[in-house]
Nanobody, 122 residues
Framework: QVQLVESGGGLVQAGGSLRLSCAAS????????MGWFRQAPGKEREFVAA????????YYADSVKGRFTISRDNAKITLYLQMDSLKPEDTAVYYC???????????????WGQGTQVTVSS
């Protein structure tokens, strides 16, 4: 069993930056592919970014490419999402996700965090 706890969300002005963290428990973290999803009010949960289990391969949604950076520290069993040049449309609850396989669609996710709110003001 893997438990995921996000932190780092908050209120920021457009153009600003935030860094989200996802602390994981469980000895299998190093073998899981990890990702971030987000859900805005009234919308479906959508994929944001993913990173493979050894931290080399990354993949981003077109809407965040060039602005967000996903990374992981397997020694600290922590996942990160550096968000720069934030826009009001980035406002959402951000969820950490873990999967034994792909982690680019919600149906593939084996474990979810509880979410952290990110609000970008214009």
């Amino acid at each position: 069993q893997v438990q995921l706890v996000e932190s780092g969300g908050g209120l920021v002005q457009a153009g600003g930056s935030l860094r989200l963290s996802c602390a994981a428990s469980g000895r299998t973290f190093g073998s899981l592919n990890m990702g971030w999803f987000r859900q805005a009010p009234g919308k479906e949960r959508e994929f944001v970014a993913a990173i493979n289990w050894f931290g080399v391969g990354t993949y981003y949604a077109d809407s965040v490419k060039g602005r967000f950076t996903i990374s992981r520290d397997n020694a600290k069993i922590t996942l990160y999402l550096q968000m720069d040049s934030l826009k009001p449309e980035d406002t959402a609850v951000y969820y950490c996700a873990a999967s034994r396989g792909a982690v680019t669609t919600t149906k593939d996710v084996n474990y979810w965090g509880q979410g952290t709110q990110v609000t970008v003001s214009s």
